[in-house]
Every structure is written in structure tokens, then in C-alpha cells.
């Protein structure tokens, strides 16, 4: 079955330590996202990239890194300079027809805690 | 820049009613999809209904419906005859077809709590 794959969907970290989630999917979508939702709280732009090789920062990027060297894969680091790590992370994709990005796709999230 | 603003934070209706739950958007770009996502207690994304901007006829699915005001730059969605099931957080979305590096992106709001009562 097509769909995103995100794990783990629960993670530990301590703190001052990296961590790295998993985004991966086979859809052949163009286009993914990462965001972080914290409780009862929007979805809030970490990363986005268009295409491989290629990514932009979103509205809340510091602390964060990505990688996008396969088109199906787009994981996301989160570094010890993230000063409040602890919340949900959805990652989405997107394909594109003739028209442009339609509607979006969703994992089922991972949820990190900083301990 | 691209704004997407949900100032309803929380919604109630009764079983069988109608509601409206209110989004504005901020974009300087023409090419553009809106959304309104479903965001139930599992937290899994569930697309509800989806708007081209290029389209002025509103878009419908079933019992939910939007108001698109392009010159406004107002989406909202209506929800008739509301069922226990619509319980959810719901977010607004903009995706931008057009404007070099923003293109492809995906801006939502805040949310919008909605509480359905028997």
C-alpha cells in the first residue's frame, strides 16, 4: 500500500543529544514537509523541499536540520541547539500534476520527548 | 509572506446543527490551493475539502461546504446536520502554486477545537 512512514513513533532524548526522525514514501510525491504541533497548538513549518537536493526553511527552522537525497526520503534532525524539542512531528507530502501541489498527505507522526 | 489565521479557537454546536468555523489567509501570490484538515484525538490528518483558488465556485462535499472569498481572502467551512463523528480539531491551509523558492508551500493555522454535543 502507498502511503508515509514515519518512525519511531514514540522517541526518547536526552538533552544536548541529536536525534534524527524518519520520513519515507511511496507515492512518488514531489514535494515534503516536516512540522512540529505542540498540544492543543497549530501545525507550525519546520523544512519543505520541492525537489532532491533541495530544501527551504519553514517558519520555526533553528535548531533543525534536513536532508533530501532520495526523492522518497526526507528525515529530520533535531539538534541540541533546539531548545524545546519536546512535541509531535507530522511529515506530508504533496504530488504535482499540470496544475501545480495539490492536496497534502500525512504521516502518522512521531512523538519526541525530551527526558 | 504567507499567513493563514484561524481566530476561533474553540467551537461548540448541537448534534444535527450547522456550524461555521472562520480562516483568512495573507498571500501576495494568485496561484493557490486552500484546505480545511480534520484532526481527530488519533491525530491522524484527514483531508475534509479543498478549494483552487482559481475557482469561484465553492467547493462542497457532502455535508460540509466552504465560503471562498478571494477578494477578502476568507475561507471558511460550513458543517450541516454536525455528528458526533466531526468532533475534531480543525485546520485551515494554504498551498502556494506560484513564487520561486515558495512554491509548494504549505501554511496552516492555528486550529479550531470543535465540541459536538448530543
Known amino acids: 500500500d502507498g502511503g508515509i512512514t514515519q518512525s519511531p513513533k514514540y522517541l526518547f532524548r536526552k538533552e544536548g543529544q541529536n536525534v534524527t526522525l524518519s520520513c519515507e514514501q511511496n507515492?512518488?510525491?514531489?514535494?515534503m514537509y516536516w512540522y512540529r504541533q505542540d498540544p492543543g497548538q497549530g501545525l507550525r513549518l519546520i523544512y519543505y523541499?520541492?525537489?532532491?537536493?533541495?530544501?527551504q526553511k519553514g517558519d520555526i527552522a533553528e535548531g533543525y536540520s534536513v536532508s533530501r537525497e532520495k526523492k522518497e526520503s526526507f528525515p529530520l534532525t533535531v539538534t541540541s541547539a533546539q531548545k524545546n524539542p519536546t512535541a509531535f512531528y507530522l511529515c506530508?507530502?504533496?504530488?504535482?500534476?499540470?496544475?501545480?501541489?495539490?492536496?497534502?498527505?500525512f504521516g502518522q507522526g512521531t512523538r519526541l520527548t525530551v527526558v | 509572506a504567507q499567513t493563514v489565521t484561524q481566530s476561533q479557537p474553540e467551537m461548540s454546536v448541537q448534534e444535527a446543527e450547522t456550524v461555521t468555523l472562520s480562516c483568512t489567509y495573507d498571500t501576495s501570490e494568485s496561484d493557490y490551493y486552500l484546505f480545511w484538515y480534520k484532526q481527530p484525538p488519533s491525530r491522524q490528518m484527514i483531508l475534509v475539502i479543498r478549494q483552487e483558488a482559481y475557482k469561484q465556485q465553492n467547493a462542497t462535499e457532502n455535508r460540509f461546504s466552504v465560503n471562498f472569498q478571494k477578494a477578502a481572502k476568507s475561507f471558511s467551512l460550513k458543517i450541516s446536520d454536525s455528528q458526533l463523528g466531526d468532533a475534531a480539531m480543525y485546520f485551515c491551509?494554504?498551498?502556494?502554486?506560484?513564487?520561486?523558492?515558495?512554491?509548494?508551500?504549505?501554511?496552516f493555522g492555528q486550529g479550531t477545537i470543535l465540541t459536538v454535543h448530543p
Open positions: 491551509a494554504s498551498l502556494l502554486n506560484a513564487g520561486g523558492t515558495s512554491y509548494g508551500k504549505l501554511t
Open positions: 506530508a507530502s504533496t504530488p504535482r500534476d499540470g496544475q501545480g501541489y495539490t492536496e497534502a498527505f
Open positions: 507515492l512518488n510525491h514531489d514535494a
Open positions: 523541499s520541492q525537489i532532491v537536493n533541495d530544501f
